[in-house]
């Protein structure tokens, strides 16, 4: 049998839209002339079309079709991939039409122990590296945000920035795989 790897493109999604992420919470490319609102625009975009919609595929993807893999192995993927689009996509949102701050804040909070549950498992099944060390720095991510929402912080801007990166650093062996390298 020869199946497509629907991964690829969720994985693919991840590391640009944590990249994005990273560096506009490092302050590269930002300066004085920055029009914030196009920024928020533009973020929102990458949130919900890389982050959101393409996660939201490969999870799709993986519940719907048979594409390789064991049937709970495409479950707990799916799931990953499903919860991280939709995170994603409540993220767009906030950007495009700003909420209460601390619903968001309860919302990372949520997504912090969803992710200590895929990391969990993922620990169990031996796939420490790559995909236990990238929920465990999503974990990470999703402890500091609440802090940057409630009152800015410069520090654990950064702090959320580097992670970003280190996200999507991390996730490259994912995508390697998912296609075929």
Not at 104 to 109: E, G, P, T
Request: contains cysteine; aromatic residues 16%.
């Amino acid at each position: 049998m020869n199946a497509v790897n629907p991964e690829a493109i969720g994985v693919f999604g991840l590391m640009v839209t944590v990249w994005v992420f990273g560096l506009e919470q490092l302050g590269l490319g930002i300066d004085g002339e920055t029009d914030h609102e196009k920024l928020g625009k533009n973020l929102a975009n990458v949130a919900l079309w890389f982050g959101g919609v393409a996660q939201i595929f490969t999870a799709l993807s993986l519940y719907l079709f048979d594409v390789g893999m064991p049937p709970e192995s495409r479950i707990y993927i799916g799931t990953i991939f499903a919860t991280y689009g939709l995170f994603w996509v409540v993220v767009a949102m906030h950007f495009y039409n700003p909420g209460d701050k601390k619903v968001y804040a309860h919302f990372f909070i949520g997504i912090f122990f969803m992710t200590a549950v895929f990391s969990y498992k993922a620990f169990l099944l031996g796939k420490i590296w790559p995909l236990g060390t990238v929920l465990v720095l999503i974990n990470v991510l999703t402890f500091l945000l609440p802090f940057t929402w409630y009152k800015p912080n410069a520090i654990i801007t950064k702090m959320c920035g580097a992670t970003n990166i280190a996200i999507g650093l991390c996730a490259l062996p994912l995508l390697f795989h998912a296609i075929g390298l």
